[in-house]
């Protein structure tokens, strides 16, 4: 069955479970605009076809729009199942919530924004963290899965990764973890209300459209509060990413004591990430450069106590070389 023109959503190929009955089709993109079935309706994904995804080397996979809530009620259930799951190891337990956590996130900033996408979010975060906490080698493997090219969503699910492995490490408790996923994975999402050429501009933007992209944080938080976001310390943790311990920062301009612990988090995040990811107009840095640059040169907007302990944290974790 091959169909051409019909609204479709990606779908992550990792999410497909063995031996599991589809009730819906799952296509790969033929040639130019002509979709081709993967999985029948009602068919079983089988070893075959999943060695056909190498074969053919199919990175996307798609399921139509109509079908997708079937597909993520699929992926809950799958995800349930892996966590538990001690022959699973921890690194595709991670790309598998990885893959689906940057489609989760690349619809909320693509298409319209809806609670579910929301909730959705939440749910993989809560993921994330059951995984990090039951397993000492996951956080680890979750580092390791973070994307080195920048995109506003890609960046969001890395920040909520390096917050939320980095807040393991403090050891703080779950529901703090739960909020710093959350602010992680949603910090930036006020960008979807700014215009595109300036999100995306390449080089310095004007006093003008700086003022413009200021605005983020504050309308992150007023989407959240429309669909029903009530905790506090979520939207907080928000609005105050882009606050400097100095005072230089917005919107508020708030001081050290001001910001709350867990934005002072996110905004080491945040920067470690921006610095570490490859942008049209800039290389990335390398772990230890990036943390060099931030420890030198960052030394009045960035809590130190936490920038040294997020220094262990990331010469303990991570092992490669970029
Ligand atoms: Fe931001």
Known sequence: MAYKKVKLNHISRKALEVGHVYKYPVFYKDIGDIYQALIEQDESFTKETQDKIDKL?????????????????????????????????????????????????NELFSGEINKNKIDRSTELVNDTIQLILNDESAAKAMLGVTSYDYYTYTHCVNVSIY????????????????????????????????????????????????????????????????LGENNQLVLDAIEQHHEKLDGSGYPKGLKAHEIHILSQIIAIA?????????????????????????????????????????????????DRYK
Not at 80 to 96: G, M, R, T, V
Request: aromatic share 6%.
């Open 57 to 105: 080397q199919l990175k996307d996979l798609y399921v139509l729009t109509k079908d997708h809530p079937l597909y993520e009620k699929d992926t809950q259930v799958y995800i349930a199942k892996i966590l538990d799951d001690n022959s699973i190891s921890s690194k595709l337990k991670s790309e598998i919530i990885h893959d689906m956590a940057t489609d989760t996130i």
């Open 163 to 226: 917050a939320l492995g980095f807040g393991a490490h403090l050891k703080l408790d779950k529901n703090k973890l739960n909020v710093l996923g959350r602010a992680g994975i949603l910090h930036d999402l006020g960008k979807k209300n700014i215009p595109n050429e300036i999100v995306n501009k390449n080089g310095r933007l004007t006093d003008e459209e700086f003022s413009t992209m200021k605005s983020h944080p504050v309308l992150a938080v007023e989407i959240l509060k429309e």
């Open 270 to 318: 945040d920067i470690f990430d921006a610095l570490t990811t490859k942008r049209s107009y800039k290389d990335a840095l390398k772990t230890f450069d990036a943390l060099s640059i931030m420890k030198n040169e960052m030394t009045s907007e960035l809590n130190p106590h936490l920038l040294a302990e997020f220094m262990v944290f990331m010469g303990n974790r991570i």
